[in-house]
């Protein structure tokens, strides 16, 4: 076929063009009431002062634990992850330090008491008719532990067997008390006390772990 012969192309790709044109004109006029712009996401910097201030706000809520404010379920709504793997890997190297042999198994044993009181927590409140996942159980077990951290601390500085007991009683107390508040919103006000049972045992689990590590 000679050069004279060639199909023109340029006609067809003209309407080609012109149909794009019209299809992005009307979808530009029609778009903003229909589309919203898309949300870049927000950059590492920003997002850390947001965290550190929802750590701090669900922390306060376990230091001075209160069953009648007007939100008692907060924390368990707003829940995090680093808050409670802070704590749980601080309770972890505290203990470890304690032991004078075993010191990775007893690492272990933390991180596997908390995991396992999780789950047990989570099928415990499913099982009550409650409404919670896995993540919410771990994040309250997390930072009703602090308490149990203070204590653990303060039976690493000193070593005596009648003032592990003493600390070890009253943070438990302290810790029980506080993931009091947030399991009275995850179940019927009738089984609160049933939701916290393996709640007080895992903690129960947790001093004598304190107290028995030397």
């Known amino acids: 076929m000679s050069h004279g012969d ?5 006609i067809s790709s003209q309407s080609d063009i012109d149909e794009i044109e019209n299809l992005i004109h009307a979808s530009v006029q029609s778009g903003p009431a229909t589309v919203l712009p898309a949300r870049p996401p927000s ?9 550190l201030s929802r750590i701090v706000s669900n922390l306060k809520l376990v230091v ?4 009648f404010r007007e939100d008692p379920g907060k924390a368990l709504r707003d829940w995090d992850l680093w808050g409670p ?3 749980i890997v601080f309770l972890g190297l505290t203990l470890s330090w304690s032991a004078s042999v ?3 198994e007893v ?10 009181g999780a789950v047990i927590l989570t099928l415990n409140v499913l099982l ?9 159980s771990l994040s309250l077990l997390g930072y009703c532990l602090f308490p149990l951290d203070v204590g653990a601390l303060i039976c690493l500085m000193k070593d005596n067997v009648i003032l592990k007991i003493v600390v070890v009683c009253i943070t438990l107390a302290w810790s029980s008390w506080a993931a009091y508040p947030f399991m009275s919103m995850a179940v019927n006000p009738r089984r609160k006390a049933l939701a916290l049972y393996p709640v007080f045992l895992m903690y129960v689990s947790v001093g004598f772990l304190i107290i028995a590590i030397d």
Do not use: E, Y
């Open 64 to 67: 001075f634990p209160n069953p």
């Open 6 to 10: 060639s199909i023109p192309l340029h």
């Open 107 to 116: 690492f272990a044993v933390a991180f596997a008491l908390l995991a396992a």
């Open 43 to 51: 950059p590492p910097r920003a997002s850390i002062p947001r965290d």
């Open 128 to 136: 009550l008719g409650g409404h919670i996942i896995f993540f919410q």
């Open 85 to 87: 793997f802070f704590f």
């Open 102 to 104: 075993k010191k990775s």
